[in-house]
């Protein structure tokens, strides 16, 4: 994913870039992309000053945390990049600078982007994904997707690990 900064007009532009999830190196690490990367920038030019501010979707096949079936999840995020073409010394984030500010070579005529994008799209994924807020998950017992069934297992918690709180908390009363 490249943006042309010699071809950008000055003032205000919009593009939109569509890549598949493999050439960004997204397949291999978070599973199955269910769509293309969509980035579409506003970019605001000013002279040798580029703002890009970028939207990302796509959706990929996630596995919910608790009942583990596989479910489609919608990504978005977003990203800020500054670049500023300069003939003085180039500087990038490993130069311990703002890493969403790279000044490059003013002979410099595209920049690549896709390692960005590849980083927020990762960034974005949740944490701990379900495929409902209301999932019930697996029976710890038997098994069974609680979602899909109800089962007759009985809970086999006693309690007894919570009686010495629960002592506690009557000795205070």
Known sequence: MKVDLERTPQGLSRIQMDEEASSLGLESEEGIFLSAVKVVLRINRRGDDFSLIGVITTTAELECSRCLEAYPQKIETDFILHIRRTDGKVMSPSD????????????????????RVRQAVLLAFPVKPLCDPNCLGLCPHCGANRNEVHCQCQ???????????????????
Request: net charge negative; glycine share 8%.
């Open 96 to 115: 311990d600078f703002d890493e969403d500010y790279v000044v490059v070579p003013r002979t410099m005529q595209r920049v690549d982007i896709g390692e």
């Open 155 to 173: 809970s086999e918690d006693s309690g007894e690990g919570w009686q010495v709180l629960r002592d506690l908390w009557q000795d205070r009363s």
